[in-house]
């Protein structure tokens, strides 16, 4: 957690490895990860269903997939920084 509130701030900048691991885990490409300012959505890959007709029940299933990517990003950082100490 130290680490990301770091890049957060701007004390520290993440190692190049990282930047693969973490834009392999969500599908992303470094690119985007240097060079633009991502939003959770987009990291998450959601997409608010346009259609109004949608199911609730649809729209949940997303929020909870997104939910698991959270927790798998947040695990995977705490590995990291486990890894490093």
């Given at each position: ?27 992303l490409k ?30 949940y299933s ?24």
């Amino acid at each position: 957690r130290s680490s990301v509130g770091s890049y957060e701030e701007g004390r520290a900048e993440p190692k190049l490895d990282t930047l693969l691991k973490v834009a392999d885990h969500f599908k992303l490409k470094v690119d985007d990860i240097i060079r633009k300012e991502l939003t959770v959505n987009q990291i998450a890959g959601f997409r608010y269903p346009l259609d109004e007709k949608i199911k609730t029940d649809q729209l949940y299933s997303e929020m909870r997939a997104l939910s698991k990517k959270i927790d798998a990003l947040e695990e995977t950082l705490q590995k990291m920084i486990n890894d490093k100490g």
